[in-house]
């Protein structure tokens, strides 16, 4: 036990023993001898401390820098509690400052000042005298009573923290107190903070300090309005680790160059407010509703309409707050913008926070005008209208909001039509009456009536965007209008209804028009018209859109025909279609519906998938469960059908799923389903009353067959719908198909299925591009007459035996999408390289050389399944053809399906020969060249001085211009993977015959080093001096996001294959990143982390046993794998990247600090002159240090050495760049001293911790990654690993594990992030980073299965 001071133990002030507290050292300090003092406390039982800090077992500070400051915590029954901040003021926190010998109290922070708490709260309206010796001889509420939340910890801070009291502050004029104007308090005067260099982290320290969370934005530009009082503070400039506002670097207090026009605000994320400053709609009266406009860079700009549909639009409703997305209107509908256009090809899954979550070209590129626009209307909820004093919320007096300001409406003019306008805004059904004269009370006196004289034609998305006049004086609240709704849930269910089918949400489509009802002709009928159907009935989304009477033939009139929404309509009535009545149809064509929102009425809460769960049920518009009496599979039948969810496969009892929420009721007993009903409601059932609680809830598992309809089937990757690669929907994860057996006939149930008329082909060969996901289905075998997909027989699920290169692709005779030409490479020994010829008009013909590029020969490689594209020879390099030259000055971007494709002049067009006959070689040629070129004097036939046959003589290149490109070029053409440098100086000695070669310019897509620019065959005024060398390597790293990072992949005798991941570790790691000259090693990564190989390359390596200083990954021991390993066991690895060109100085750790780099083998400083978050990005990448944190400037971390020179001005990266050396920058001359030199900040790098244990030698094991804290997964946790921790930590030994793991003692569940899954180590590494392992954040694992570890210093 450690008691501090040698023959001392530590006592708390007051005790009879003695009468200090703090350490054993100085006067009135009390010694007693160590065994005296061991015998009272035996037999009294007083508590010993087992730390520096006195009494620290019952009391604590904690979540600060200092322990004499923090969130006060109190030890009670053996657990750790808080206290709260009820009375809580600056003598009781001077009594815990004297209890833990920390001087006076500077103040009592109360508000979570310290971070909220996670355990009991222990201590409520403590109020001490003063005088006390600890805390717990204050008056205060018994133990464990209190009416507080964790928002209201109480906090210290004491006088030897050695942190300066912080100023007061608030948040003013908000709608919350975590969101508002900047206001502190100094001097006893309150003022506000100028906006100059306010941000994001400025704003987080505020919102920490407040308790409030963390920032959502930090506005500023007066957005709460303007100050009156002093401007206190300007030019912040937080770093985000701050306590409090004051602690951060400013202008001094009350200097400023500021307005109130400036003032800053904040929004915490628990104030309650969807923060709305980045986004917003324009022109028109409701904020739900306009033109769309972003902020970026500090100025609004529009967003185009290309690809402009609902989902985007369901975004931008959901982050304003604005409830659902009533239509996402194109062409400028609000009115044309006059800023920047923004973004443009925005793509949102739907499930986006923000509209900046998702995918779109990056900021300001686009090929819009302001005529392309895009809006939204959103439902507006009740944040623009609502209906109060009513029997429900679809029943009451009308209130709108007009310009912030709630009112009521006056009943002139009020009708049935306006209604339905409140009805549909509100999702509550149709309009069942318009009430006048008060009739649920009159509004507030102090609230204006804001409408009279209302003129709607019923259609309208908002009230608010219905003519209407003033009504200044001319109405009183007596004259409140009034509605009522018939809170259906179903919008508009009364002209249009779907018929003779399982539930109300599928079947036939019906229209009510001229009072009697009619079908819908299935021409031109597809998933957009089907999906307004289903909104407009409020039945969610739209599954499929099947014709041919799928649902049986009407008998009535056909109403409609040649339906065409775009899909953002209100109703069905809204979509372009012939006149009513005109068609040239029978009722064999009559269309139908299924839509997803059966689940109106029924849904399985808490399973695994939305096919099995606890059985919930809408009754009367409330939600309740049903009770397991008498609940059997006849019931759970009529579940799945309704939700569609295939077959019934097991009926629940006893809450299984979990019980439902206490204050839900149970609102069924004894349900006695026939199995053949539409929907559960429909059976009959007995009220329950009291005789089931939640402990008997019925649960329900379908068969969930995986594929409902359409709505689970897309074709992706190419500019129509009706052509692309085959993706199914499967557990709510799309996937694709592989291509076994694809044929025409899947092709054409596919094209029928999504209304795309006939299949034209069914490509095979990821033909559309490779998916990234689940390969759902196998083995598809179509007769092609079936109705859907699902029809046909399959192997589902995700195992199979197929790769992304076998993706199956699908082209629709509706797709506008001509047939890709054939295409053919001649004149080589591979059907993967040679002469490109294609077919037209039945006749094969060539493709001239003419703006002849790699991407170009990219899209012939993808379109033959050849692989990539390793170059684009010209000048007829395989031979001239002899027929017609089809093809000029083709211009590929690279993303095309088919060389056909893509841009060129017209077929037949040209001014070429055919000794401009373009060639391709593709990566699975197999081809290399090795004859005319060597690499002399090396380490191996991949490395040395660069020699070339010539006139049946070799000779030397010189290093004239000699650059990577060129190396890569040779590289390539030896077969020896990529070149890491291109070295000149006769690196690799001087040769004796002729120099052949001078001034190479290669581009880098030439098969040769004879086919790139160069002076004439021996033409050069170089000497031996200057022969050019090369280093290839044979070890590759890919899949990763650079270079630098993926799986590993090695050439053994000249075959490519991977490496099992069986004993790879950090040693390994490092010698393939000295290979590839890719910095140190930072992660041995298991488990096909980046991906498995392709199924064609063999595992080539297995227990590979490197050294660390090994030359090539080649000379290192391994064994054969024979057939020991698989592809899923692929080994990877991640290397620090280029860091030998940049470092991190003078920061308080390895990713922070001055950014220093190195060019020609100087060492300097970059100036700050145009330094951005973006350039950090991509220092922080190349250093592995996480994501960027922050971009500073003016010497913040300390000045450079005067004799090191500054490098680089106005550095201008993307972000994407793998190292800072490779961004575009200019030479700073004498434009930069020293105090310009620019800093970069980067999340803090890996560390570990052992959590919630008696000491810091054991506890729950949580990781440090990306700044963040998370846990361990058990799986394959071993003693080695154990041991590793204990090393790194400095605890000795760790304590063996018990026999069986679930034995092994835990400390609580973590929370949060499970960083880090299967770790291996060898037991020799310096740090649990260096242990083989998974991906960050990869595991298979919940929090039950954090690993703890215990090492022997305890």
Same mark, same amino acid.
């Given at each position: 036990?450690?008691?501090?001071?040698?023959?001392?133990?530590?006592?708390?002030?007051?005790?009879?023993?003695?009468?200090?507290?703090?350490?054993?050292?100085?006067?009135?300090?009390?010694?007693?001898?160590?065994?005296?003092?061991?015998?009272?406390?035996?037999?009294?039982?007083?508590?010993?401390?087992?730390?520096?800090?006195?009494?620290?077992?019952?009391?604590?500070?904690?979540?600060?820098?200092?322990?004499?400051?923090?969130? *006060?915590?109190?030890?009670?029954?053996?657990?750790?509690?808080?206290?709260? !901040?009820?009375?809580?003021?600056?003598?009781?926190?001077?009594?815990?400052?004297?209890?833990?010998?920390?001087?006076?109290?500077?103040?009592?922070?109360?508000?979570?000042?310290?971070?909220?708490?996670?355990?009991?709260?222990?201590?409520?309206?403590?109020?001490?005298?003063?005088?006390?010796?600890?805390?717990?001889?204050?008056?205060?509420?018994?133990?464990?009573?209190?009416?507080?939340?964790?928002? &209201?910890?109480?906090?210290?801070?004491?006088?030897?923290?050695?942190?300066?009291?912080?100023?007061?502050?608030?948040? *003013?004029?908000?709608?919350?107190?975590?969101?508002?104007?900047? &206001?502190?308090?100094?001097?006893?005067?309150?003022?506000?903070?100028?906006?100059?260099?306010?941000?994001?982290?400025?704003?987080?320290?505020?919102?920490?300090?407040?308790?409030?969370?963390?920032?959502?934005?930090?506005?500023?530009?007066?957005?709460?309005?303007?100050?009156?009082?002093?401007?206190?503070?300007?030019?912040?400039?937080?770093?985000?680790? &701050?306590?409090?506002?004051?602690?951060?670097?400013?202008?001094?207090?009350?200097?400023?160059?500021?307005?109130?026009?400036?003032?800053?605000?904040?929004?915490?994320?628990?104030?309650?407010?969807?923060?709305?400053?980045?986004?917003?709609?324009?022109?028109?009266?409701?904020?739900?509703?306009?033109?769309?406009?972003?902020?970026?860079?500090?100025?609004?700009?529009?967003?185009?309409?290309?690809?402009?549909?609902?989902?985007?639009?369901?975004?931008?409703?959901?982050?304003?707050?604005?409830?659902?997305?009533?239509?996402?209107?194109?062409?400028?509908?609000?009115?044309?913008?006059?800023?920047?256009?923004?973004?443009?090809?925005?793509?949102?899954?739907?499930?986006?926070?923000?509209?900046?979550?998702?995918?779109?070209?990056?900021?300001?590129?686009?090929?819009?005008?302001?005529?392309?626009?895009?809006?939204?209307?959103?439902?507006?909820?009740?944040?623009?209208?609502?209906?109060?004093?009513?029997?429900?919320?679809?029943?009451?007096?009308?209130?709108?909001?007009?310009?912030?300001?709630?009112?009521?409406?006056?009943?002139?003019?009020?009708?049935?039509?306006?209604?339905?306008? *409140?009805?549909?805004?509100?999702?509550?059904?149709?309009?069942?009456?318009?009430?006048?004269?008060?009739?649920?009370?009159?509004?507030?006196?102090? !609230?204006?009536?804001?409408?009279?004289?209302?003129?709607?034609?019923?259609?309208?998305?908002?009230?608010?965007?219905?003519?209407?006049?003033?009504?200044?004086?001319?109405?009183?609240?007596?004259?409140?209008?009034?509605?009522?709704?018939?809170?259906?849930?179903?919008?508009?269910?009364?002209?249009?209804?779907?018929?003779?089918?399982?539930?109300?949400?599928?079947?036939?489509?019906?229209?009510?028009?001229?009072?009697?009802?009619?079908?819908?002709?299935?021409?031109?009928? @597809?998933?957009?018209?089907?999906?307004?159907?289903?909104?407009?009935?409020?039945?969610?989304?739209?599954?499929?859109?099947?014709?041919?009477?799928?649902?049986?033939?009407?008998?009535?009139?056909?109403?409609?025909?040649?339906?065409?929404?775009?899909?953002?309509?209100?109703?069905?009535?809204?979509?372009?279609?012939?006149?009513?009545?005109?068609?040239?149809?029978?009722?064999?064509?009559?269309?139908?519906?299924?839509?997803?929102?059966?689940?109106?009425?029924?849904?399985?809460?808490?399973?695994?998938?939305?096919?099995?769960?606890?059985?919930?049920?809408?009754?009367?518009?409330?939600? =309740?469960?049903?009770?397991?009496?008498?609940?059997?599979?006849?019931?759970?039948?009529?579940?799945?059908?309704?939700?569609?969810?295939?077959?019934?496969?097991?009926?629940?009892?006893?809450?299984?799923?979990?019980?439902?929420?206490?204050?839900?009721?149970?609102?069924?007993?004894?349900?006695?389903?026939?199995?053949?009903?539409?929907?559960?409601?429909?059976?009959?059932?007995?009220?329950?009353?009291?005789?089931?609680?939640?402990?008997?809830?019925?649960?329900?598992?379908?068969?969930?067959?995986?594929?409902?309809?359409?709505?689970?089937?897309?074709?992706?990757?190419?500019?129509?719908?009706?052509?692309?690669?085959?993706?199914?929907?499967?557990?709510?994860?799309?996937?694709?198909?592989?291509?076994?057996?694809?044929?025409?006939?899947?092709?054409?149930?596919?094209?029928?299925?999504?209304?795309?008329?006939?299949?034209?082909?069914?490509?095979?060969?990821?033909?559309?591009?490779?998916?990234?996901?689940?390969?759902?289905?196998?083995?598809?075998?179509?007769?092609?007459?079936?109705?859907?997909?699902?029809?046909?027989?399959?192997?589902?699920?995700?195992?199979?035996?197929?790769?992304?290169?076998?993706?199956?692709?699908?082209?629709?005779?509706?797709?506008?999408?001509?047939?890709?030409?054939?295409?053919?490479?001649?004149?080589?020994?591979?059907?993967?390289?040679?002469?490109?010829?294609?077919?037209?008009?039945?006749?094969? =013909?060539?493709?001239?050389?003419?703006?002849?590029?790699?991407?170009?020969?990219?899209?012939?490689?993808?379109?033959?399944?050849?692989?990539?594209?390793?170059?684009?020879?010209?000048?007829?390099?395989?031979?001239?053809?002899?027929?017609?030259?089809?093809?000029?000055?083709?211009?590929?971007?690279?993303?095309?399906?088919?060389?056909?494709?893509?841009?060129?002049?017209?077929?037949?067009?040209?001014?070429?020969?055919?000794?401009?006959?373009?060639?391709?070689?593709?990566? @699975?040629?197999?081809?290399?060249?090795?004859?005319?070129?060597?690499?002399?004097?090396?380490?191996?036939?991949?490395?040395?001085?660069? &020699?070339?046959?010539?006139?049946?003589?070799?000779?030397?290149?010189?290093?004239?211009?000699?650059?990577?490109?060129?190396?890569?070029?040779?590289?390539?053409?030896?077969?020896?993977?990529?070149?890491?440098?291109?070295?000149?100086?006769?690196?690799?000695?001087?040769?004796?015959?002729?120099?052949?070669?001078?001034?190479?310019?290669?581009?880098?897509?030439?098969?040769?080093?004879?086919?790139?620019?160069?002076?004439?065959?021996?033409?050069?005024?170089?000497?031996?001096?200057?022969?050019?060398?090369?280093?290839?390597?044979?070890?590759?790293?890919?899949?990763?996001?650079?270079?630098?990072?993926?799986?590993?992949?090695?050439?053994?005798?000249?075959?490519?294959?991977?490496?099992?991941?069986?004993?790879?570790?950090?040693?390994?790691?490092?010698?393939?990143?000295?290979?590839?000259?890719?910095?140190?090693?930072?992660?041995?990564?298991?488990?096909?982390?980046?991906?498995?190989?392709?199924?064609?390359?063999?595992?080539?390596?297995?227990?590979?046993?490197?050294?660390?200083?090994?030359?090539?990954?080649?000379?290192?021991?391994?064994?054969?794998?024979?057939?020991?390993?698989?592809?899923?066991?692929?080994?990877?690895?991640?290397?620090?990247?280029?860091?030998?060109?940049?470092?991190?100085?003078?920061?308080?750790?390895?990713?922070?600090?001055?950014?220093?780099?190195?060019?020609?083998?100087?060492?300097?400083?970059?100036?700050?002159?145009?330094?951005?978050?973006?350039?950090?990005?991509?220092?922080?990448?190349?250093?592995?240090? =996480?994501?960027?944190?922050?971009?500073?400037?003016?010497?913040?971390?300390?000045?450079?050495?005067?004799?090191?020179?500054?490098?680089?001005?106005?550095?201008?990266?993307?972000?994407?760049?793998?190292?800072?050396?490779?961004?575009?920058?200019? !030479?700073?001359?004498?434009?930069?001293?020293?105090?310009? !030199?620019?800093?970069?900040?980067?999340?803090?790098?890996?560390?570990?911790?052992?959590?919630?244990?008696?000491?810091?030698?054991?506890?729950?094991?949580?990781?440090?990654?990306?700044?963040?804290?998370?846990?361990?997964?058990?799986?394959?946790?071993?003693?080695?690993?154990?041991?590793?921790?204990?090393?790194?930590?400095?605890?000795?030994?760790?304590?063996?594990?018990?026999?069986?793991?679930?034995?092994?003692?835990?400390?609580?569940?973590?929370?949060?992030?499970?960083?880090?899954?299967?770790?291996?180590?060898?037991?020799?590494?310096?740090?649990?980073?260096?242990?083989?392992?998974?991906?960050?954040?990869?595991?298979?694992?919940?929090?039950?299965?954090?690993?703890?570890?215990?090492?022997?210093?305890?």
């Amino acid at each position: 036990m450690n008691m501090g001071f040698p023959g001392c133990l530590l006592l708390p002030a007051g005790h009879p023993l003695g009468r200090s507290s703090a350490a054993c050292a100085g006067a009135g300090k009390t010694k007693i001898p160590i065994l005296l003092v061991w015998l009272w406390a035996s037999m009294t039982g007083f508590p010993m401390t087992d730390s520096d800090i006195p009494e620290l077992t019952q009391l604590r500070l904690v979540n600060s820098l200092n322990r004499c400051a923090g969130r *006060v915590e109190v030890l009670h029954n053996q657990q750790w509690g808080t206290v709260c !901040d009820d009375g809580w003021d600056i003598t009781d926190a001077g009594v815990v400052c004297k209890q833990l010998g920390c001087g006076t109290a500077l103040s009592a922070p109360r508000g979570a000042r310290f971070g909220r708490g996670s355990d009991r709260v222990w201590l409520d309206e403590v109020n001490c005298a003063g005088t006390e010796a600890a805390l717990s001889d204050c008056k205060t509420r018994p133990w464990g009573d209190n009416d507080c939340t964790h928002k &209201e910890d109480a906090g210290v801070v004491c006088s030897d923290s050695g942190i300066s009291e912080v100023a007061q502050i608030r948040l *003013v004029n908000g709608s919350s107190r975590c969101a508002g104007r900047v &206001e502190v308090l100094p001097n006893q005067q309150w003022g506000t903070v100028c906006d100059d260099n306010w941000d994001l982290q400025d704003a987080g320290v505020v919102c920490r300090q407040l308790g409030c969370g963390t920032a959502l934005s930090a506005p500023g530009g007066a957005r709460f309005g303007r100050g009156s009082d002093h401007i206190w503070l300007d030019e912040v400039h937080c770093a985000g680790t &701050e306590v409090a506002l004051s602690d951060c670097r400013a202008e001094p207090w009350g200097a400023s160059n500021c307005d109130h026009g400036e003032d800053a605000g904040v929004v915490c994320s628990d104030a309650g407010i969807s923060e709305v400053a980045q986004i917003r709609l324009v022109n028109s009266r409701s904020h739900c509703a306009g033109r769309v406009e972003v902020l970026h860079n500090q100025q609004w700009g529009t967003v185009c309409d290309d690809n402009w549909d609902l989902q985007d639009a369901g975004v931008v409703c959901r982050q304003l707050g604005c409830g659902t997305a009533l239509s996402a209107p194109r062409g400028a509908r609000f009115g044309q913008g006059s800023d920047r256009i923004w973004l443009d090809e925005v793509n949102c899954t739907g499930t986006e926070v923000a509209l900046s979550d998702c995918r779109a070209r990056p900021w300001g590129e686009n090929n819009c005008n302001h005529r392309e626009d895009a809006g939204v209307v959103c439902s507006g909820t009740s944040s623009d209208v609502r209906l109060v004093g009513g029997p429900h919320r679809c029943a009451g007096r009308v209130e709108v909001r007009l310009d912030g300001r709630w009112g009521t409406v006056c009943d002139d003019g009020w009708g049935l039509s306006d209604v339905a306008v *409140v009805c549909r805004q509100l999702d509550c059904g149709t309009a069942m009456e318009a009430l006048s004269g008060k009739v649920f009370g009159p509004g507030n006196e102090s !609230d204006p009536v804001l409408m009279t004289n209302v003129e709607c034609q019923g259609t309208e998305a908002a009230l608010g965007s219905c003519p209407y006049t003033d009504p200044e004086d001319l109405c009183q609240h007596d004259e409140d209008a009034g509605a009522r709704c018939q809170d259906a849930g179903i919008s508009e269910v009364a002209q249009i209804r779907l018929a003779n089918g399982p539930s109300r949400c599928a079947g036939r489509v019906e229209v009510l028009h001229n009072q009697q009802w009619g079908t819908v002709c299935d021409d031109g009928w @597809d998933l957009q018209d089907a999906g307004v159907v289903c909104r407009q009935l409020g039945c969610g989304t739209a599954l499929s859109a099947p014709g041919g009477a799928r649902f049986g033939r009407g008998s009535d009139r056909i109403w409609l025909d040649d339906v065409n929404c775009t899909g953002t309509e209100a109703a069905l009535s809204d979509c372009r279609a012939r006149p009513w009545g005109v068609n040239n149809c029978t009722h064999g064509e009559d269309a139908g519906v299924v839509c997803s929102g059966a689940s109106s009425d029924v849904r399985l809460i808490g399973g695994p998938h939305r096919c099995a769960g606890r059985v919930e049920v809408r009754l009367d518009g409330r939600w =309740g469960t049903v009770c397991d009496d008498g609940w059997d599979l006849g019931d759970v039948a009529v579940v799945c059908r309704q939700l569609g969810c295939g077959k019934a496969m097991e009926a629940l009892s006893g809450k299984v799923f979990g019980p439902g929420n206490e204050s839900d009721p149970v609102l069924m007993l004894n349900v006695q389903c026939q199995g053949t009903e539409a929907a559960l409601g429909s059976c009959p059932y007995m009220d329950p009353g009291d005789h089931c609680q939640h402990d008997e809830d019925a649960g329900a598992r379908c068969q969930d067959a995986g594929i409902s309809e359409v709505a689970q089937l897309r074709l992706v990757n190419s500019r129509s719908r009706c052509a692309g690669r085959v993706e199914v929907l499967h557990n709510q994860q799309w996937g694709t198909v592989c291509d076994d057996g694809w044929d025409l006939q899947d092709a054409g149930v596919i094209c029928r299925q999504l209304g795309c008329g006939t299949a034209l082909s069914a490509p095979r060969g990821a033909r559309f591009g490779r998916g990234s996901d689940r390969i759902w289905l196998n083995n598809v075998n179509c007769a092609g007459t079936e109705v859907a997909l699902s029809d046909c027989r399959i192997w589902l699920g995700g195992k199979n035996n197929c790769n992304h290169g076998e993706d199956a692709g699908v082209v629709c005779s509706d797709s506008d999408i001509s047939e890709p030409a054939q295409l053919r490479l001649v004149n080589s020994r591979s059907r993967c390289a040679g002469r490109v010829e294609v077919l037209h008009n039945q006749q094969w =013909g060539t493709v001239c050389d003419d703006s002849w590029d790699i991407q170009d020969a990219l899209v012939v490689c993808r379109q033959l399944g050849c692989g990539t594209a390793l170059s684009a020879p010209g000048r007829a390099r395989f031979g001239r053809g002899s027929d017609r030259i089809w093809l000029d000055n083709v211009n590929c971007t690279g993303t095309e399906a088919a060389l056909s494709d893509c841009r060129a002049q017209p077929w037949g067009v040209n001014n070429c020969n055919h000794g401009e006959d373009a060639g391709v070689v593709c990566s @699975d040629a197999g081809i290399s060249e090795v004859a005319q070129i060597r690499l002399a004097n090396g380490p191996n036939h991949c490395a040395g001085r660069v &020699e070339v046959l010539h006139n049946q003589q070799w000779g030397t290149v010189c290093d004239d211009s000699w650059d990577l490109q060129d190396a890569g070029v040779v590289c390539r053409q030896l077969g020896c993977g990529t070149a890491l440098s291109a070295l000149g100086g006769a690196r690799f000695g001087r040769g004796s015959d002729r120099i052949w070669l001078a001034n190479v310019n290669c581009r880098g897509t030439e098969v040769a080093l004879s086919d790139c620019r160069t002076r004439p065959w021996g033409d050069n005024n170089c000497t031996h001096g200057e022969d050019a060398g090369v280093v290839c390597t044979d070890v590759r790293l890919v899949g990763g996001p650079h270079r630098c990072a993926g799986r590993v992949e090695v050439r053994l005798d000249g075959l490519w294959g991977t490496v099992c991941d069986d004993g790879w570790g950090l040693s390994d790691v490092a010698v393939v990143c000295r290979q590839l000259g890719c910095g140190p090693a930072m992660e041995a990564l298991s488990g096909k982390v980046f991906g498995p190989g392709p199924k064609s390359e063999p595992v080539l390596m297995m227990d590979v046993q490197c050294q660390g200083t090994e030359a090539a990954l080649g000379s290192c021991q391994y064994m054969d794998p024979g057939d020991l390993c698989q592809h899923d066991e692929d080994a990877g690895a991640r290397c620090q990247g280029a860091s030998s060109d940049v470092r991190l100085v003078d920061g308080p750790h390895r990713c922070a600090g001055r950014v220093e780099v190195r060019l020609d083998g100087r060492w300097g400083t970059v100036c700050d002159d145009g330094w951005d978050i973006s350039d950090v990005a991509v220092v922080c990448r190349q250093l592995g240090c =996480g994501p960027a944190m922050e971009a500073l400037s003016g010497k913040g971390f300390r000045p450079g050495v005067k004799s090191d020179p500054v490098l680089m001005r106005n550095v201008q990266c993307q972000g994407t760049e793998a190292v800072l050396g490779s961004c575009p920058n200019t !030479d700073p001359g004498d434009l930069c001293q020293h105090d310009k !030199d620019a800093g970069a900040r980067c999340k803090e790098p890996f560390a570990l911790r052992l959590a919630d244990g008696p000491g810091k030698c054991s506890g729950r094991l949580e990781v440090r990654y990306d700044g963040l804290w998370g846990t361990v997964c058990d799986s394959d946790w071993s003693d080695t690993n154990a041991q590793v921790v204990c090393r790194e930590l400095r605890c000795g030994q760790a304590k063996p594990l018990a026999p069986k793991l679930q034995d092994w003692p835990r400390f609580r569940q973590g929370t949060g992030k499970i960083w880090l899954d299967n770790i291996r180590c060898k037991g020799t590494e310096e740090t649990l980073q260096n242990c083989a392992h998974h991906f960050w954040g990869y595991h298979n694992c919940t929090h039950q299965k954090d690993i703890s570890v215990i090492c022997q210093d305890n």
